[in-house]
DNA sequence: TTATTATTGTGTTGTTTTGACACCTTTCCC
DNA sequence: GGGAAAGGTGTCAAAACAACACAATAATAA
């Protein structure tokens, strides 16, 4: 029984001095959006409402990409979602930067010194169920992200900048979009990511490129216009069509 | 004197879950190299000859950047060397997968689970003064890279992959080449990059559009043949001239 | 001195891609 | 039935791309 409980005791062992934070981005009603966690900081006598990205320490027994998918469970209820790692963020200052927030966090801490790896994570929001969503958790329009506890806003940023830039490489959106979705949603999702738009007809041009988007026998119902083919993403023909870019900026 | 004795052992102390190790990448006679380092290896009454990647664990009051150039410097005797982090390997088996290697690391650390930040790094060779090299580190072929102590292989791939990746949103080619170069060099420094070949007329069209590369008034010496014209990058037309792709992946 | 070697530097053509642009068709709602 | 709000479509000029050969120039050898 003592064996039994030093056991279990490893397997929930974090490493204080390595964390995971993650920046999850939805898209709903053509809008970009991003999870975000309500805290309250006392401070001074006053009660201050801030906000922070989902994050934890990792486990002694866990990679990394098994942390962020933990957090996300946490925080959504999902589980088998798209993350990747972006950015690690290691100034050993980093949590003592806004002295509020470092009195918020010190308590929390065995070790102040704390080396983040950055996560993003693309969620379908129609796949989440808000009832299984935390409670202090809320989305938020991914351009009206302005300030955020600790070093978070540069971590927001960071993502929001890996994002666009992994969307040269891999057609990621298709992580945001349900399973079946319009040409429309997915120009209006790349307009919303790249904040700026594209002409309709050279759009789909483009698209109609992609092998792996592939027409559906149906159309949208319940549209007060007329209703628009319906697409899906065959993940197969993608894997089956990867090619690498020899390619280099001008 | 205590206090100063305190204060000293912080400034140095290290943290035993988290290295970097560095792939360091230079060009020479038309060969893109990766530098290594030997290790001789007891095990089981033989010793082996290995090859790793530079790498250490980062120090309490260090960024990652900081301990990076701190091992370039340590390596290569250089000092503000264009570095970049690309990844970060978190198996908790990472250093354990090779019974070998694990028997020969396990003393050399106070933790055995060690997150790891992969830099690359891009070094002009002509920069490199071999007497300043340390002498168990050797420039090996990047495409003769086939077998190294841990993960250091797969480390290696993922930054090769990474380095191709960032060129196709920054001009990274001028952190391998002199001050001084012709088109040419650049032409095979790419080629030795993506292992492919480019049609002369066609890159020289390509690059000439660089606003950032910039013609000089003198020719190659000491030549056998027709002296090339010789170029340079200007740093300050590059970063005034930067602009964002709105652009995605078909 | 001349010939040889090994490069450097250059333009053209056909094809493909890109950027800019307008209007008919289809559903729902009043 | 009319209006609103979309979905879906093609053309043209300009730019970019892929494929292709030979004159000019320096060092070296004969």
Same mark, same amino acid.
């Given at each position: 029984m003592t064996s039994e409980k030093i056991k279990h005791k490893t397997t929930f062992?974090?490493?204080?001095t390595i964390s995971v934070d993650c920046v999850i981005f939805g898209y709903e009603e053509n809008m970009l959006k991003v999870l975000v966690r309500r805290e309250f900081v006392p401070f001074q006598g006053q009660i201050y409402l801030e906000w922070k990205l989902p994050g934890n320490h990792i486990r002694r027994t866990e990679d990394i990409s098994e942390t962020a998918s933990r957090i996300l469970k946490e925080q959504t @209820?999902?589980?088998n979602i798209f993350v990747k790692q972006f950015m690690v963020f290691s100034d050993p200052n980093r949590l003592k930067n806004n002295e509020r927030d470092y009195e918020w966090v010190k308590p929390r801490l065995e070790d102040d010194r704390v080396l983040t790896v950055g996560f993003y994570s693309l969620i379908?929001?129609?796949?989440?169920d808000n009832s299984k969503l935390i409670e202090v958790a809320k989305w938020v329009n991914a351009y009206e992200i302005n300030d955020l506890m600790f070093d978070h806003k540069e971590i927001f940023d960071e993502a929001f900048k890996k994002l666009r830039y992994d969307l040269l490489h891999e057609p990621l959106v298709f992580e945001l979009l349900p399973v079946k979705f319009t040409l429309t949603q997915m120009q209006k999702l790349y307009e919303a990511i790249f904040n700026t738009t594209y002409d309709k007809r050279n759009y789909r041009r483009k698209v109609n490129k992609?092998?792996?988007l592939i027409p559906l026998d149906e159309i949208q119902t @319940?549209?007060?216009?007329?209703p628009a083919r319906l697409y899906t993403f065959d993940r197969d023909i993608y894997e089956k069509n990867r090619t690498e870019r020899f390619d280099f900026r001008v």
């Open positions: 062992e974090t490493l204080p @209820g999902l589980e379908n929001l129609k796949d989440v992609m092998p792996y @319940g549209v007060s216009h007329k």
